[in-house]
């Protein structure tokens, strides 16, 4: 799950900006990213459809207040229907109009510096460099720093990318021949746009080019690009080739394909990108630009050329004579294979599409911590002293180790949470909110969450935290949950409501999946497993029976308190407990799994069996209480993670049902044939199926391993998605 990146620009005609974002758009979708990028057309805009990118048509391009407004309007409504998890935007006019889209909306965004422009005071002030910059070479960091007082610790160094199988030599006769040049002659190639501020290079050159016809009969210029110079340079071409009576001059305009124009080519006179692009196709390189001029490239200007992004920044221009003369002896006479050598080098070492990729990542991504430091924030029943939830709460943030979260709780104290892990009031508003805006991925922890049976309160507590996560941009996921029963139908259209706005929901149970799918109409459930499950018998702290139950075979008990006070037949549901201890020579140890609500239940129950009974006086460790449903040879239990706990110990339990998920479990471990209802206790129907455990209990055990494995396998899934959806912020 990549993030969504939006990329701004004024447009996609040819230019080494413009290339750059059309391969680095490439290069990051390649990676699993969703990008859409922003800008007024070109020819790279249809190359990036035929890619399967989205492009969507902005007039970034002019400074005009209706084409502003514009713009400002195309991407808010954008950015509010497909939230991008950042904003890439590569020029001064797309950075000030994103940027205050950005900021109205609390998106990061980062820039990249192309180049070096005027810094007047008025250009200054009006300027966005956004949360994190991106420069292309070390000077034009150092162009940003010094001009802009921008912080060096958030501008890293990225490179222009090029696509080496893309651009690999290859021989192109057609290609070549329908240019109009012959086999045997050679092609000097220039692409560049042709713009007050990119032309004179091509000026300069064209000024010397009859000379290096009239030296060289079989050479021809080929210029692709387009500007507003475009028809200066037309009338200045017509004028060689009617000087010399053939078509020696080839301008072609604006074109995507040039990687078929350097497969042909012979030497390349430019700088920047597309000097980096004939390199990659072996062509030899004279390095001439508006900037400067450094020569014939080879590793003797190597660190030159890295400094400067192979503008030429700084260099002065050779004299005519001395440009001309070495273009001749590039097309005559000069051994070039070390030079190209060196070229492809460079390109392979230093301007993998890759590693610009992987630059742009690493920024999108300190850009993201920066805005949201907070990786989760997980809500859940905590903080009550319940077994279950405790324990589930303790893998989730274990699993998520070296990750800041926060965990709401209704008591800091009961909450057992690693160093890094902040907990929060659940009802502290102000404080929730606060952090919710620095988090990343809200979650509800395992659990049954969304349900009405215990309590309308938790039900709107829960569902209203998940629309306030949505409203403050986090992502969201229910975690393993369990859904239902909810029996009111303006929670259940709430329900709804809430669960189309969750970006992920993972379920612990089928028939939690099967109502989330039906209620929605779609399947977006993804059926995974308890927490529970992934604990392992060396979570188990083995311990010694007590003296009271050595010589005696131990059973662990836990009831819920329903179960033990539903009407007047408490008396009979004790004596089941001694029938079968008398019976089969047993001793209980009752286990209080939610400590409020069952030890004083469970405290009852050890009085009617003071022989053979044990409740501990003090309240247990979840590891103390675990090593309690570890030790029994067999267990009868009521809740769901007691079930679960004894099942990953290998103890077979007769599993005492009050709920839907505990019907579930039970049916899919193979143990509903001794499964009682909670609701419909009958005395000999439980001794009946208890003692069929009891002598099943062999065959049990490698049943239980098996399923316990599988959940496990699938409890990984939980963590893996929740990981996916923090990095895809």
Same mark, same amino acid.
């Given at each position: 799950?990549?993030?969504?990146?939006?990329?701004?620009?004024?447009?996609?005609?040819?230019?080494?900006?413009?290339?750059?974002?059309?391969?680095?758009?490439?290069?990051?979708?390649?990676?699993?990213?969703?990008?859409?990028?922003?800008?007024?057309?070109?020819?790279?805009?249809?190359?990036?459809?035929?890619?399967?990118?989205?492009?969507?048509?902005? &007039?970034?391009? /002019?400074?005009?207040?209706?084409?502003? =407004?514009?713009?400002?309007?195309?991407?808010?409504?954008?950015?509010?229907?497909?939230?991008?998890?950042?904003?890439?935007?590569?020029?001064?006019?797309?950075?000030?109009?994103?940027?205050?889209?950005?900021?109205?909306?609390?998106?990061? =965004?980062?820039?990249?510096?192309?180049?070096?422009?005027?810094?007047?005071?008025?250009?200054?002030?009006?300027?966005?460099?956004?949360?994190?910059?991106?420069?292309? /070479?070390?000077?034009?960091?150092?162009?940003?720093?010094?001009?802009?007082?921008?912080?060096?610790?958030?501008?890293?160094?990225?490179?222009?990318?090029?696509?080496?199988?893309?651009?690999?030599?290859?021989?192109?006769?057609?290609?070549?021949?329908?240019?109009?040049?012959?086999?045997?002659?050679?092609? @000097?190639?220039?692409?560049?746009?042709?713009?007050?501020?990119?032309?004179?290079?091509?000026?300069?050159?064209?000024?010397?080019?009859?000379?290096?016809?009239?030296?060289?009969?079989?050479?021809?210029?080929?210029?692709?690009?387009?500007?507003?110079?475009?028809?200066?340079?037309?009338?200045?071409?017509?004028?060689?080739? /009617?000087?010399?009576?053939?078509?020696?001059?080839? !301008?072609?305009?604006? +074109?995507?394909?040039?990687?078929?124009?350097?497969?042909?080519?012979?030497?390349?006179?430019?700088?920047?990108?597309?000097?980096?692009?004939?390199?990659?196709?072996?062509?030899?390189?004279?390095?001439?630009?508006?900037?400067?001029?450094?020569?014939?490239?080879?590793? /003797?200007?190597?660190?030159?050329?890295?400094?400067?992004?192979?503008?030429?920044?700084?260099?002065?221009?050779?004299?005519?004579?001395?440009?001309?003369? !070495?273009?001749?002896?590039?097309?005559?006479?000069?051994?070039?294979?070390?030079?190209?050598?060196?070229?492809?080098?460079?390109?392979?070492?230093? *301007? $993998?599409?890759?590693?610009?990729?992987?630059?742009?990542?690493?920024?999108?991504?300190?850009?993201?911590?920066?805005?949201?430091? *907070?990786?989760? =924030?997980?809500?859940?029943?905590?903080?009550?002293?319940?077994?279950?939830?405790?324990?589930?709460?303790?893998?989730?943030?274990?699993? !998520?180790?070296?990750?800041?979260?926060?965990?709401?709780?209704?008591?800091?104290?009961?909450?057992?949470?690693?160093?890094? %892990?902040?907990?929060?009031?659940?009802?502290?508003?102000?404080? @929730?909110?606060?952090?919710?805006?620095?988090?990343?991925?809200?979650? =509800?922890?395992?659990?049954?969450?969304?349900?009405?049976?215990?309590?309308?309160?938790?039900?709107?507590?829960? $569902?209203?935290?998940?629309?306030?996560?949505?409203?403050?941009?986090?992502?969201?996921?229910?975690?393993?949950?369990?859904?239902?029963?909810?029996?009111?139908?303006?929670?259940?259209?709430?329900?709804?409501?809430?669960?189309?706005?969750?970006?992920?929901?993972?379920?612990?149970?089928?028939?939690?999946?099967?109502?989330?799918?039906?209620?929605?109409?779609?399947? +977006?459930?993804?059926?995974?497993?308890?927490?529970?499950?992934?604990?392992?018998?060396?979570?188990?702290?083995?311990?010694? &029976?007590?003296?009271?139950?050595?010589?005696?075979?131990? %059973?662990?008990?836990?009831?819920?308190?329903?179960?033990?006070?539903?009407?007047?037949?408490?008396?009979?549901?004790?004596?089941?407990?001694?029938?079968?201890?008398? +019976?089969?020579?047993?001793?209980?140890?009752? @286990?209080?799994?939610?400590?409020?609500?069952?030890?004083?239940?469970?405290?009852?129950?050890?009085?009617?069996?003071?022989?053979?009974?044990?409740?501990?006086?003090?309240?247990?460790?979840?590891?103390?209480?675990?090593?309690?449903?570890?030790?029994?040879?067999?267990?009868?239990?009521?809740?769901?993670?007691?079930?679960? @706990?004894?099942?990953?110990?290998?103890?077979?339990?007769?599993?005492?049902?009050?709920?839907?998920?505990?019907?579930?479990?039970?049916?899919?471990?193979?143990?509903?044939?001794?499964?009682?209802?909670?609701?419909?206790?009958?005395?000999?129907?439980?001794?009946?199926?208890?003692?069929?455990?009891?002598?099943?209990?062999?065959?049990?055990?490698?049943?239980?391993?098996?399923?316990?494995?599988?959940?496990?396998?699938?409890?990984?899934?939980?963590?893996?998605?929740?990981?996916?959806?923090?990095?895809?912020?």
């Amino acid at each position: 799950m990549g993030k969504k990146i939006a990329m701004l620009c004024m447009s996609l005609d040819i230019g080494g900006a413009e290339t750059h974002i059309y391969e680095l758009a490439r290069g990051l979708a390649a990676k699993g990213h969703e990008i859409t990028v922003f800008s007024n057309g070109g020819i790279y805009a249809d190359a990036l459809e035929k890619a399967g990118i989205r492009h969507i048509k902005t &007039p970034l391009n /002019s400074k005009a207040p209706s084409a502003l =407004m514009k713009s400002l309007r195309i991407l808010k409504r954008e950015f509010k229907k497909n939230r991008p998890s950042v904003v890439h935007s590569h020029t001064r006019l797309s950075n000030l109009v994103g940027g205050w889209v950005c900021r109205s909306l609390g998106i990061p =965004m980062v820039t990249t510096v192309h180049g070096s422009f005027s810094t007047g005071f008025l250009m200054r002030r009006l300027s966005n460099w956004g949360d994190r910059a991106l420069a292309v /070479s070390e000077d034009l960091k150092s162009y940003l720093v010094d001009n802009y007082n921008y912080d060096p610790d958030k501008v890293d160094i990225t490179v222009n990318g090029v696509d080496m199988q893309r651009f690999a030599k290859r021989d192109l006769p057609e290609f070549k021949a329908s240019l109009g040049v012959k086999p045997e002659q050679k092609i @000097i190639l220039m692409v560049s746009r042709m713009d007050a501020d990119s032309g004179d290079h091509i000026e300069r050159f064209l000024k010397i080019a009859p000379e290096i016809f009239s030296r060289c009969p079989d050479a021809r210029l080929v210029i692709v690009g387009d500007g507003q110079r475009f028809e200066e340079f037309r009338e200045t071409a017509e004028s060689i080739n /009617s000087h010399f009576g053939a078509e020696l001059v080839l !301008l072609q305009g604006a +074109k995507s394909n040039i990687d078929q124009y350097t497969a042909v080519a012979d030497l390349f006179v430019g700088i920047s990108r597309s000097a980096l692009e004939a390199m990659s196709s072996s062509v030899p390189v004279i390095l001439l630009g508006n900037n400067g001029y450094l020569g014939l490239y080879s590793d /003797s200007i190597r660190e030159e050329c890295i400094l400067t992004n192979l503008t030429c920044r700084g260099y002065d221009y050779p004299m005519d004579s001395e440009l001309a003369e !070495l273009a001749v002896s590039c097309l005559t006479d000069r051994d070039l294979s070390k030079n190209i050598s060196d070229g492809l080098k460079l390109v392979r070492e230093q *301007y $993998s599409i890759e590693k610009m990729a992987q630059t742009a990542q690493e920024a999108y991504c300190k850009a993201s911590d920066e805005a949201r430091p *907070y990786d989760y =924030m997980v809500s859940g029943y905590y903080g009550y002293s319940n077994f279950g939830d405790d324990i589930t709460l303790k893998k989730i943030v274990s699993r !998520l180790n070296g990750r800041r979260g926060t965990v709401l709780t209704r008591s800091a104290s009961k909450t057992d949470v690693p160093d890094g %892990v902040g907990l929060l009031q659940r009802f502290d508003f102000f404080g @929730i909110f606060g952090k919710m805006k620095k988090t990343k991925v809200f979650l =509800m922890g395992s659990g049954s969450i969304l349900q009405d049976v215990t309590s309308g309160r938790s039900f709107n507590y829960y $569902s209203y935290m998940l629309k306030k996560a949505h409203k403050y941009h986090c992502k969201t996921l229910l975690y393993a949950n369990g859904i239902g029963p909810i029996r009111k139908k303006r929670h259940l259209h709430k329900t709804k409501e809430v669960l189309n706005l969750v970006d992920v929901i993972t379920v612990r149970d089928i028939q939690s999946k099967h109502f989330i799918d039906n209620l929605l109409g779609y399947e +977006k459930a993804v059926l995974t497993a308890d927490e529970g499950f992934r604990y392992t018998e060396n979570d188990y702290r083995a311990q010694k &029976p007590i003296a009271a139950a050595e010589g005696k075979t131990i %059973v662990g008990v836990n009831l819920r308190p329903d179960v033990l006070n539903r009407g007047s037949d408490f008396d009979g549901k004790a004596d089941f407990l001694a029938d079968i201890a008398k +019976k089969h020579n047993l001793f209980f140890y009752l @286990i209080p799994l939610h400590y409020s609500q069952d030890y004083p239940v469970l405290s009852r129950l050890n009085r009617h069996l003071p022989d053979c009974s044990y409740l501990p006086e003090a309240r247990l460790s979840n590891q103390e209480l675990m090593s309690l449903l570890g030790v029994g040879r067999v267990n009868i239990l009521e809740r769901l993670h007691g079930q679960i @706990i004894s099942s990953v110990f290998g103890v077979p339990f007769l599993p005492v049902s009050y709920d839907p998920k505990t019907q579930e479990l039970a049916a899919a471990i193979g143990l509903d044939r001794y499964m009682i209802i909670s609701h419909d206790f009958d005395i000999s129907d439980a001794e009946s199926k208890f003692e069929r455990l009891l002598a099943d209990r062999d065959n049990i055990v490698p049943v239980l391993a098996d399923y316990t494995h599988k959940a496990r396998e699938k409890a990984d899934m939980n963590i893996h998605l929740l990981v996916k959806l923090i990095e895809s912020y």
